[in-house]
């Protein structure tokens, strides 16, 4: 099972599952932001291009950064449960796995791999 979770530092309180979006904001278009709708977006570190559709997201997970990142204070400000500094999310999560997001612990499950959804 250990295979199966990422740890990260938590910003805010409480759990939330869903299903991951990788995201490069250095090329995202503003346009892109509807696709991310109630997603957890996964991404090496946050800009503040982010700012627009953090709204509409039910999670953040960073590669890079601390308890003082532009990620934790956004997640903070809007109220998202993040997890940062996790150093690898983005080279292990795909596009349409479904995780939970462990605010207390940092945790990050992942309950359904695409990789093994497509192989059933």
Do not use: C, W
Request: a negative charge; hydrophobic letters at 40%.
């Amino acid at each position: 099972m250990a295979e199966n979770i990422i740890k990260g530092i938590a910003i805010n309180k409480g759990t939330v599952e869903g299903e991951v979006v990788l995201v490069d904001f250095e090329t995202m278009n503003i346009l892109d932001a509807e696709q991310l709708k109630d997603k957890i977006v996964v991404t090496k570190s946050v800009s503040s291009n982010i700012t627009p559709i953090v709204k509409k997201v039910k999670g953040i997970v960073t590669d890079e950064g601390g308890i003082l990142s532009h990620a934790a204070k956004i997640a903070r400000e809007f109220n998202i449960i993040a997890i940062v500094g996790t150093k690898n999310a983005t080279q292990i999560l795909k596009t349409g796995d479904y995780v939970e997001l462990n605010g207390e612990t940092g945790e990050i499950h992942i309950l359904e791999s695409r990789a093994t959804s497509v192989d059933k």
